[in-house]
T-cell receptor, first 112, second 117 residues
Framework: AQSVTQPDIHITVSEGASLELRCNYS??????LFWYVQSPGQGLQLLLK??????LVQGIKGFEAEFKRSQSSFNLRKPSVHWSDAAEYFC??????????FGDGTTLTVKP | GAVVSQHPSRVICKSGTSVKIECRSL??????MFWYRQFPKQSLMLMAT?????????EQGVEKDKFLINHASLTLSTLTVTSAHPEDSSFYIC?????????????FGDGTRLSIL
């Protein structure tokens, strides 16, 4: 069975600073990996996805993530954080049947 | 882009009431939809896979008779929480992908906040 670990429960960064959110996964086959963002009381919005090919993927809102098979990681990065980026971030591993397993999430707080 | 609509967005009702939540794919057809439950400050837990024209597949520990799922068409799945009690209060989210996309990601509805008094 697949699993996802997000080691950081809560991260605080200053506006304009860089950001990295960690994600480690466990999956027996080639993983399909995703990062989602959730604002309070809302559903999830897809930031980016990795299926195959280039291990550095670009997403919306200036986010990128790098797939490292040797480390079973798929960390999310952004060079300069904006106050509007404050939200809950979920890493997920998916199967080709559409089922996804989510990490416990990382809450991002942005200081002015 | 693909849009999933979930209704209602918020429900407050008395204990013992049954509550129906709808999940619609607005501009695509979905043979499979997923229902998740999210407790405050926690991750999404998959409850069941809704299959168009057949029975839903429930995850371990999820009561089938408590959470009734119907996927009557390629654009609509419903989750009915039967005889709801306070412990059923939660945030319920559905997701779906176009049937032409063999691989997810899923498109998520905005969720339903269920509060049982």
């Amino acid at each position: 069975a697949q699993s996802v670990t997000q080691p950081d429960i809560h991260i605080t960064v200053s506006e304009g600073a860089s950001l990295e959110l960690r994600c480690n996964y466990s999956y027996g086959a080639t993983p399909y990996l995703f990062w989602y963002v959730q604002s309070p009381g809302q559903g999830l919005q897809l930031l980016l996805k990795y299926f195959s090919g280039d291990t550095l993927v670009q997403g919306i809102k200036g986010f990128e993530a790098e797939f490292k098979r040797s480390q079973s990681s798929f960390n999310l990065r952004k060079p300069s954080v904006h106050w509007s980026d404050a939200a809950e971030y979920f890493c997920a591993v998916g199967t080709n049947a559409g089922k996804s397993t989510f990490g416990d999430g990382t809450t991002l707080t942005v200081k002015p | 882009g693909a849009v999933v609509s979930q209704h209602p967005s918020r429900v407050i009702c008395k204990s013992g009431t049954s509550v129906k939540i709808e999940c619609r794919s607005l501009d695509f057809q979905a043979t499979t939809m997923f229902w998740y439950r999210q407790f405050p400050k926690q991750s999404l837990m998959l409850m069941a896979t809704s299959n168009e024209g057949s029975k839903a597949t429930y995850e371990q520990g999820v009561e089938k008779d408590k959470f009734l799922i119907n996927h009557a068409s390629l654009t609509l799945s419903t989750l009915t929480v039967t005889s709801a009690h306070p412990e059923d209060s939660s945030f319920y989210i559905c997701s779906a992908s176009p049937r032409t996309e063999f691989i997810s990601p899923q498109h998520f509805g905005d969720g339903t906040r269920l509060s049982i008094l």
